[in-house]
């Protein structure tokens, strides 16, 4: 999911100890954590991608959307829907990282670049192949043309997009 919302009021940075403290735990933005345990970010051109677990009130939830990635600041967060998220089947769960950061990465609002720009990451995560795509497929459902088009896209490219963080 993508769109753009509006930037939210920038809060004035007082005393100046409190926004130095904001600006650390901006750093330790929590990274996404894949089935296995493991962990990663999503950079797009240099920068950190934020991750941001979505407030019950929050459009993401109340449309019951896995996540959105929105244009924020000069760049690009990813609003989670934490139960959503949880859900997924694992390999799908895991995907839909790649989905999103492919969102910031490229950057696209168009689901079928992003689906087909993550998978490539995903590929060159080495965290894809033969029977994570099989799961994929299955989530998505028999001659789903989405997933289809998606593997088409992917298996095209020339060249393979960089893996995040
Ligand atoms: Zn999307």
Redesign the pocket.
């Known amino acids: 999911?993508?769109f753009a919302v509006t930037t939210p009021r920038r809060r004035r940075c007082s005393p100046l100890l409190l926004c130095a403290a904001a600006l650390i735990a901006m750093r330790d933005a929590p990274a996404f954590t894949f089935t296995d345990g493991t962990t990663t970010r999503c950079t797009a051109r240099g920068g950190a991608v934020a991750e941001i677990a979505a407030p019950a009130d929050h459009p993401v939830v109340v449309r019951g959307r896995i996540?959105?990635?929105e244009p924020a600041g000069s760049g690009y967060r990813i609003i989670w829907n934490e139960a959503q998220l949880k859900t997924l089947p694992p390999e799908m769960h895991d995907f839909i990282f790649f989905?999103?950061c492919a969102?910031a990465l490229v950057p696209t609002p168009d689901?079928l670049t992003?689906?087909c720009v993550g998978l490539q990451i995903m590929r060159a995560a080495g965290r894809a192949g033969f029977a994570v795509e099989a799961k994929l497929a299955a989530f998505y459902g028999p001659g789903n043309e989405y997933w289809r088009r998606t593997v088409e896209c992917a298996n095209a490219a020339k060249e393979r997009a960089k893996p995040p963080g």
Request: avoid cysteine; aromatic fraction near 10%.
């Open positions: 999911m993508f996540a959105i990635t989905h999103e969102h689901e992003a689906n």
